[in-house]
């Protein structure tokens, strides 16, 4: 069946540490792959999307990278600070025709300062 | 300006009562969706309608019916509420584009937290 992976603990971290996140789906071939924010009580709001024919993404603070060999990307937040304490998810979409999104748990992220 | 407007932001009720949630998005997207998140926080499609038309229908129960008068606004019905039902329903949009170059970043609302008691 498919299936998308995040880690379901929490990720504590140091201010002005890398935060590392992992997506990992097993059984799909996604055309691309995106990432969401959550913060309590409110809803995903889009970060970055990278395409299967892409290595890596980078906006800001903030870098994707996308393995499809290894089914796996990692979301990356440099210089962490405690206002990117929040839920991280990733979703995939099934195909280009296929408009909704298959979303990971999410991990939550606490930036300690 | 909200892109994405949900109502009412909570709702409590008795088993058995029939609710209804609204959304609204006034960013000119051609699909709207409806996602539950449980307790355990897993986002999970219900629905999705393209320019007013039906194009996913996830396995819900039909006592949950979708209904989307315009492009603009898609409100979702529940019959005969259950204990189950309780999470909280998120209505998000997209411009999506098929093919290669398809994206559907996805806007979401606030969420409606829904409690059946």
């Known amino acids: 069946s498919q299936k998308i992976e995040q880690n379901s603990e929490a990720l504590n971290i140091q201010e002005g540490k890398t935060a590392t996140l992992t997506c990992n789906y097993t059984n799909y071939s996604p055309a691309y792959l995106q990432w969401y924010r959550q913060d309590p009580g409110r809803g995903p709001v889009f970060l970055l999307l990278i395409r299967e024919n892409e290595k890596e993404k980078r906006k800001e603070r903030l870098k994707v990278t996308f393995d499809t060999t290894l089914k796996q990307s990692l979301f990356h937040i440099t210089a962490s600070q405690p206002a990117d304490s929040a839920t991280y998810l990733c979703?995939?979409?099934?195909?280009?025709?296929?408009?909704?999104?298959?979303f990971g748990s999410g991990t939550r992220l606490q930036v300690q300062p | 300006d909200t892109a994405v407007s949900q109502t009412p932001k909570y709702l409590v009720t008795q088993m058995g009562n029939d609710k209804s949630i609204k959304c609204e998005q006034n960013l000119g997207h051609d699909t709207m969706y409806w996602y539950k998140q449980d307790s355990k926080k897993f986002l999970k499609i219900m629905f999705s309608y393209n320019n007013k038309e039906l194009i996913i229908n996830e396995t819900v129960p039909n006592r949950f019916s979708p209904k989307s008068p315009d492009k603009a606004h898609l409100n979702l019905h529940i019959n005969s509420l259950e204990l189950g039902d309780s999470a909280v329903y998120f209505c998000a949009s997209s411009q999506g584009t098929s093919g290669v170059k398809a994206k559907n970043i996805q806007y979401f609302g606030a969420g409606t937290r829904l409690s059946v008691l």
């Open positions: 979703a995939l979409a099934l195909g280009t025709g296929r408009r909704a999104l298959t």
